[in-house]
């Protein structure tokens, strides 16, 4: 396997035991070394990548597991050393580890800083690496009931769990996934409505942005007729005059200044809420994301509800939600991401969102900006564990003076099978976070940082055995392997481990396939900075997969191969005629403007919110991640996510991912259950191709409610993307280039 063979593929476990004393003399900057606190770095290249406590006695005993997937050429350094100097270093070649020692354990000298080994000096540790291609796929793993969960995670695996997937806050009637595998889409902020509305003893909301003069239910066919217009502040406020403990905690944005009415450059409402429950019996907290250097520009981006509900034996217990969507402006949609035709309905007249084209108002018109995002509901333990997570962040970080009331629990069960059939908890969860000690105590093993959403991802990955499908608002990684920028921190490996995964699978003549969703662009004004510097790496990450593919297939001699048989890039648009009884806005934009460009040619992006990964049918994570350095570094955004699969060959799965393929496809094909297929690629591909000829043509032709278009790059045969030839390189209606631009302003770690 020559290619896969060209990395540092696998899991790398070392443990650091403990070293010699030491008791020569060092030079006269540090005479008094002996009995100083020693600790031991693990670097691969120029990373370091785990760190040991500091020790007096120089006895650690700690092990660390290392995802790799670095050149062959990288060297492994372990270094030990003081806050004073380098007391030694013992440097292992990628290389050596892979062919010839995939086990190292003994007692070995350190090397000194002139380059001789110090033979007084040893330090006893372990290392085994683990080549990725052993994982076991997740249909062996799971169907044997090996899998016991990721073991670097806060929260164990639970068992006797009930997972409900949402797609979009809500559905029209009609809405109908076929096959009969699919059931009937259940409606979001409905049941979120009916779960607020249900609680006796506790509602604990986490958000990034939250407003409390929204409405949950809008739909005028709703059976929750009582429920419709009714602000969702109002219902926390009458929830808590009943008792009900009622906390929200939401992110600080520190921009959100008096000067500026209050709105911060991401406008998150967070001054507004905090407002709204003053002088109630709702305990709203501001949470500022703390961090060393740059405490303004990271966020509290965990999104989560969790409240007690009535079991089928008239107990309660806890339930919990968790995904990409925040009770906020603009995530209000249906699965038809109307652009225009429903600005005069109860939906969107009083919830005009457009944060991508500058100057949009409701009084100037749409488009608006359409919103699909994904979304769950857990019961079971892992539920318990999602309001762990919550009550961890409060009593870190918010006012002691208001801790948690505790509520009265004694009607609260965590035993399933008191709580309803048995059948319905068929499910096995985990919590994923990534998170660091200023934002949560306590961290698994006394950790400083957990980054366990990063390691389900690669491990899911790892599994796959048939393909993947990822929903994501951004695709940044890997950026040891990009042409350019290669030391912009963007490290996150989940789009190398996708390229290896496909080249494995080249190697081994085996079909695969990877379909990945986001937007056109990342939410804001195409032409700005933040905007175009994300396209940017954007497009780096698809450069170096693209590559690593078409490689790939010279080597393997297939003579009609093509990367795009293996991984193709998508995202979701819409183009309307114009309807009868339309809102007729009393001002129009200028002419010339993107405004004014979308607004005649009738077209939008549908912007994609999502954040999951489904592999095989079988595993699938979802939660309020990006696939971005920001979210999964554990030091930067705070999140949070669940990994979940069914026992007993279940499809609720599949059912899902056909039910999200529907609703962007309009498809309803038997080939569609085979996504590995070479024929479901060609389909899907082809569809969206039409699509995009469709969306970016100059005749306003409706797209009938298929949102799936091809991303806007030409991907020839040796991998080596470019823009399209039709256009000039823009995003239509816009002066933005698909490619983006590196910006000359803002540091890496804000946009990676």
Not at 209 to 226: E, Q, W
Not at 544 to 566: C, N, Q, T
Not at 731 to 741: I, N, Q
Request: hydrophobic share 35%; with cysteine.
């Amino acid at each position: 396997m020559e290619s896969v063979q060209k990395f540092l593929h696998g899991t790398l476990e070392v443990t650091i035991f403990d070293a010699t004393p030491y008791s020569s003399p060092f030079p006269l900057n540090c005479l008094f070394t002996n009995g100083k606190p020693t600790y031991v770095t693990i670097k691969i290249g120029n990373k370091k990548v785990s760190k040991t406590s500091q020790e007096h006695d120089r006895i650690w005993n700690q092990t660390f597991r290392i995802l790799c997937a670095h050149p062959l050429d990288s060297i492994i350094t372990i270094t030990m050393k003081t806050k004073c100097t380098i007391l030694g270093k013992f440097h292992i070649q990628a290389e050596k580890i892979v062919h010839e020692a995939t086990f190292i354990d003994g007692f070995f000298p350190l090397i000194m800083e002139n380059g001789k080994p110090n033979h007084e000096l040893k330090l006893r540790f372990m290392l085994w690496f683990k080549p990725a291609e052993f994982e076991l796929s997740w249909r062996k793993i799971t169907s044997n009931g090996q899998f016991q969960g990721l073991r670097n995670a806060t929260f164990p695996q639970r068992s006797n769990c009930h997972v409900t997937f949402y797609q979009d806050a809500h559905h029209h009637n009609t809405f109908q996934p076929p096959l009969g595998i699919c059931g009937s889409p259940r409606n979001l902020w409905e049941d979120v409505y009916r779960a607020i509305d249900g609680a006796k003893h506790l509602i604990y909301i986490a958000g990034w942005s939250f407003n409390p003069k929204m409405a949950l239910v809008r739909d005028p066919g709703t059976s929750l007729r009582h429920a419709r217009g009714v602000k969702l502040g109002e219902l926390l406020k009458r929830k808590a005059d009943e008792g009900v403990a009622v906390r929200i905690m939401i992110w600080n944005d520190e921009t959100s200044l008096p000067i500026i009415k209050n709105k911060g450059v991401m406008k998150t409402h967070d001054e507004d809420a905090f407002a709204y429950f003053r002088h109630t019996k709702v305990i709203c907290k501001l949470c500022p994301r703390l961090h060393h250097k740059f405490p303004t520009f990271f966020a509290h981006h965990q999104k989560t509800i969790t409240v007690d509900t009535r079991t089928n034996n008239d107990l309660r217990e806890i339930m919990s939600f968790i995904g990409g969507l925040d009770l906020c402006d603009g995530r209000f949609d249906t699965e038809q991401h109307s652009l225009f035709q429903t600005l005069n309905t109860q939906s969107h007249c009083n919830d005009f969102y457009q944060t991508s084209i500058g100057g949009a108002s409701l009084h100037k018109g749409g488009p608006r900006e359409p919103w699909h995002d994904a979304h769950a509901r857990i019961l079971g333990e892992a539920a318990w564990d999602i309001l762990t997570n919550f009550e961890q962040r409060w009593t870190k970080q918010c006012d002691t003076s208001s801790l948690l009331s505790t509520p009265s629990i004694s009607n609260l069960t965590r035993d399933p099978v008191s709580s309803s059939n048995l059948n319905d908890r068929n499910w096995k969860v985990q919590v994923f976070r990534s998170i660091d000690h200023v934002s949560v105590t306590p961290l698994a093993r006394n950790l400083k940082v957990e980054q366990s959403i990063h390691e389900a991802y690669v491990e899911a990955i790892r599994r796959a055995d048939r393909f993947i499908y990822i929903e994501n608002q951004y695709f940044i990684g890997g950026c040891d392997l990009w042409d350019n920028n290669k030391h912009c921190g963007c490290r996150n490996l989940i789009p190398i481990e996708i390229a290896l995964k496909i080249v494995s699978k080249i190697k081994a003549k085996q079909r695969f396939a990877v379909y990945i969703l986001i937007p056109m662009w990342p939410e804001g004004v195409p032409e700005s900075d933040p905007v175009q510097d994300i396209l940017h790496w954007t497009r780096e990450t698809m450069a170096m997969m693209y590559k690593l593919i078409g490689e790939a297939l010279e080597e393997s001699g297939e003579p009609l191969g093509h990367p795009r048989d293996y991984l193709n890039f998508f995202c979701l648009a819409n183009r309307e005629e114009e309807a009868k009884k339309e809102f007729v806005p009393p001002y129009s934009p200028h002419k010339g403007t993107q405004y004014w460009n979308a607004q005649k040619n009738r077209r939008f992006m549908v912007y994609v919110h999502s954040k999951l990964i489904i592999v095989d049918d079988e595993y699938i994570i979802i939660g309020s991640a990006n696939v971005n350095q920001r979210s999964m570094d554990g030091k930067r955004d705070t999140e949070i996510a669940i990994g979940c699969y069914q026992q007993d060959n279940a499809r609720s799965i599949q059912a899902y991912r056909m039910s999200l393929w529907y609703e962007h496809t309009g498809l309803a094909e038997e080939m569609l259950l085979e996504p590995q297929s070479l024929e479901c690629v060609h389909r899907i591909y082809s569809l969206g191709e039409g699509m995009w000829n469709i969306y970016s043509g100059e005749e306003v032709v409706d797209m009938e409610g298929v949102h799936l278009v091809n991303y806007p790059i030409k991907v020839p045969k040796d991998g080596i993307i470019e823009d399209l030839d039709d256009g000039n390189g823009n995003f239509p209606d816009t002066k933005a280039p698909v490619k983006g631009r590196r910006s000359q302003v803002l540091p890496c770690i804000f946009t990676t």
